[in-house]
């Protein structure tokens, strides 16, 4: 059983940056895509970004590209979102989920989710 937790979140001005982390407990994410996706009061959660195992595979969301960055440490078991002039249409609960072998962007591809983590940009 793969159990992940979020970091990192927290308030910040439009415009500002924030970096995201996710580490699995229990095991390491040999072998596993990760993925970051949001939720937002209200709405469905949503695709941010994705990551092959081996890092040379990434896919963003439209609304992010270009502004966000998803990476990851594997000596180290983790992985990033490095969020760069974040947006007010930016806030939400942000979750890291794993899933074996290649990276989607679809929420029902993966197995493991982390409990999320609150980034709130103000205006």
């Known amino acids: 059983q793969v159990q992940l937790v979020e970091s990192g979140g927290g308030l910040v001005q439009t415009g500002g940056s924030l970096r995201l982390s996710c580490a699995p407990s229990g095991r390491t994410f040999s072998s596993y895509a990760m993925g970051w996706f949001r939720q937002a009061p209200g709405k469905e959660r949503e695709f941010v970004a994705s990551?092959?195992?081996?890092?040379?595979?990434?896919y963003y969301a439209d609304s992010v590209q270009g502004r966000f960055t998803i990476s990851r440490d594997n000596p180290k078991n983790t992985v990033y979102l490095q969020m760069n002039s974040l947006k007010p249409e930016d806030t939400a609960v942000y979750y890291c989920?794993?899933?074996?072998?290649?990276?989607?962007?679809?929420?029902?591809?993966?197995?493991?989710w982390g409990q999320g983590t609150q980034v709130t940009v103000s205006s």
């Open positions: 989920a794993a899933r074996l072998y290649n990276p989607t962007k679809r929420a029902s591809d993966y197995n493991y």
């Open positions: 990551i092959s195992w081996t890092g040379g595979t990434t």
